[in-house]
């Protein structure tokens, strides 16, 4: 008897003429997300040089590169200079006192290096002292390390791509 009274209240409801239900309209929800493996490990890097040695040449692309490999190399041997290095910019010192907008009396480099080398890449740059006896030496200062380029710099981080 109960299946007679299923089927009874079944045949009742109208399967084509029910209303289509309108979704609820609410407002954008802000969507959170963990990046737990980033890629890369982000390095602003100053080249500082030695007490009682000339001063440096401003630095460019090249002479950094060169420095950045013979400290790899030194310290990492041939693995060293096989981890692959991005230059993402290069501040020359400016002329003069260093002002509260640049506090840098060094030329600083910003560099870009896959995230399981990145402590070795620390450790190579910050034990390197380049150059031997009267030449000019100069060693690297790791002023700021992270996995993520914004975390490193201040602000809005538009003052890295500024020329």
């Known amino acids: 008897m109960a299946d007679v009274q299923q089927k009874d209240t079944m045949q009742d409801a109208p399967s084509s003429t029910a209303p289509k239900r309108k979704a609820p309209d609410s407002t954008p929800t802000t969507i959170n997300f963990t990046?737990?493996?980033?890629?890369?490990?982000?390095?602003?890097?100053?080249?500082?040089?030695?007490?009682?040695?000339p001063p440096l040449q401003p630095l460019d692309p090249l002479s950094a590169r060169t420095y950045l490999s013979?400290?790899?190399?030194?310290?990492?041997?041939?693995?060293?200079?096989?981890?692959?290095?991005?230059?993402?910019?290069?501040?020359?010192?400016?002329?003069?006192?260093?002002t509260s907008v640049n506090m840098n009396k060094y030329d600083c480099v910003w560099v870009r290096v896959p995230r399981?080398?990145?402590?070795?890449?620390?450790?190579a740059i910050s034990s390197w002292i380049g150059g031997t006896g009267s030449d000019n030496g100069a060693?690297?200062?790791?002023?700021?390390?992270?996995?993520?380029?914004?975390?490193?710099?201040?602000?809005?981080g538009s003052d890295l791509f500024v020329p």
């Not at 990046?35 to 040695?53: A, E, F």
């Not at 790899?72 to 260093?98: M, Y």
């Open 35 to 53: 990046s737990r493996n980033p890629p890369w490990t982000y390095l602003k890097l100053q080249l500082v040089p030695q007490p009682d040695t």
């Open 116 to 123: 399981d080398d990145g402590a070795a890449v620390v450790a």
């Open 139 to 156: 060693a690297w200062r790791v002023c700021a390390k992270g996995n993520f380029l914004g975390a490193l710099v201040s602000g809005s």
């Open 70 to 98: 013979s400290a790899l190399s030194q310290f990492l041997g041939v693995t060293g200079t096989a981890i692959p290095i991005d230059i993402l910019k290069i501040e020359n010192k400016a002329s003069g006192k260093p």
